[in-house]
């Protein structure tokens, strides 16, 4: 997957150089690994926003012109402001053709309407929204997915079980990991009871407690 961000040389490093490039669009970022030096970057501040809103952004490959070179690499984190919300710096994963990278894929449900476990009134229980998977930059999928094509209510789905393209390895050892499982919705109604239950209970203990000093 490849991504339309325009990241440009920074240049000058410094809390000044910083404060200024944020008050003029931009957002500090820097490009690092495959045992070269640091690369101080910059990205415009709504492209980026709108990467970010993308699920598959951290998948990104992004080509540039840096220092006179052509680059590769990845989005790896974005770190923003925890009052404003505004995107403060960017961090990407410099990568090279023999580069093998680990990448969380959004898992997406299909034929939902071919299950009879569906049409039973069961719902998917996701235990596992997106997968960790180790594979090469150029062949990142955008999403993986789960058929849920004549599945009943108390079938699951683990990672062994899933279709992964080719050259993409699930990091997680354990392939027998459930995914997902379709399951009643009357079980997931009485498993929420309890909590219902023991909130109301509480309440109650409470209340009974407040008329009992106004009593005395």
């Given at each position: 997957?490849s991504?339309n961000?325009v990241?440009?040389?920074?240049?000058?490093?410094?809390k000044?150089?910083?404060?200024?490039?944020r008050?003029?669009?931009?957002?500090?970022?820097?490009?690092?690994?495959d045992g070269?030096?640091?690369?101080l970057?910059?990205?415009?501040?709504?492209?980026?926003l709108a990467e970010c809103?993308?699920?598959?952004?951290?998948?990104?490959?992004?080509e540039?012109n840096?220092?006179?070179?052509?680059e590769?690499?990845?989005?790896?984190?974005?770190?923003?402001?925890?009052?404003?919300?505004?995107?403060?710096?960017?961090?990407?994963?410099?990568?090279s053709e023999n580069?093998?990278?680990?990448?969380?894929?959004?898992i997406e449900?299909i034929n939902e309407?071919?299950?009879?476990?569906i049409k039973?009134?069961?719902?998917?229980?996701?235990?596992?929204?997106?997968?960790?998977?180790?594979?090469?930059?150029?062949?990142?999928?955008?999403?993986?997915?789960i058929d849920?094509?004549g599945k009943?209510i108390?079938?699951?789905?683990?990672?062994?079980?899933?279709?992964?393209?080719?050259?993409?390895?699930?990091v997680?050892?354990?392939?027998?990991?459930v995914i997902?499982?379709?399951?009643?919705?009357k079980?997931?109604?009485?498993?929420?009871?309890?909590e219902?239950?023991?909130?109301?209970?509480?309440?109650?203990?409470?209340?009974?407690t407040?008329?009992?000093?106004?009593?005395?």
């Amino acid at each position: 997957m490849s991504s339309n961000l325009v990241v440009m040389d920074r240049g000058e490093s410094g809390k000044k150089s910083v404060r200024k490039l944020r008050y003029e669009g931009y957002v500090p970022g820097v490009i690092y690994g495959d045992g070269k030096a640091p690369v101080l970057v910059s990205v415009r501040e709504k492209e980026l926003l709108a990467e970010c809103y993308s699920s598959a952004f951290l998948g990104h490959v992004i080509e540039a012109n840096i220092n006179g070179k052509s680059e590769k690499f990845l989005p790896k984190q974005v770190e923003f402001d925890p009052i404003s919300d505004r995107p403060m710096h960017v961090d990407f994963l410099r990568i090279s053709e023999n580069s093998k990278v680990k990448v969380s894929i959004a898992i997406e449900f299909i034929n939902e309407d071919k299950s009879p476990g569906i049409k039973k009134g069961g719902v998917v229980n996701v235990v596992v929204h997106k997968l960790e998977c180790f594979c090469s930059p150029e062949s990142i999928p955008e999403k993986l997915t789960i058929d849920l094509s004549g599945k009943d209510i108390g079938e699951g789905f683990t990672i062994d079980k899933m279709k992964l393209p080719e050259g993409v390895v699930p990091v997680n050892a354990e392939r027998d990991a459930v995914i997902a499982t379709i399951v009643s919705a009357k079980m997931t109604e009485e498993e929420a009871k309890p909590e219902e239950t023991a909130a109301a209970t509480e309440a109650k203990a409470e209340n009974a407690t407040e008329a009992g000093k106004k009593t005395a």
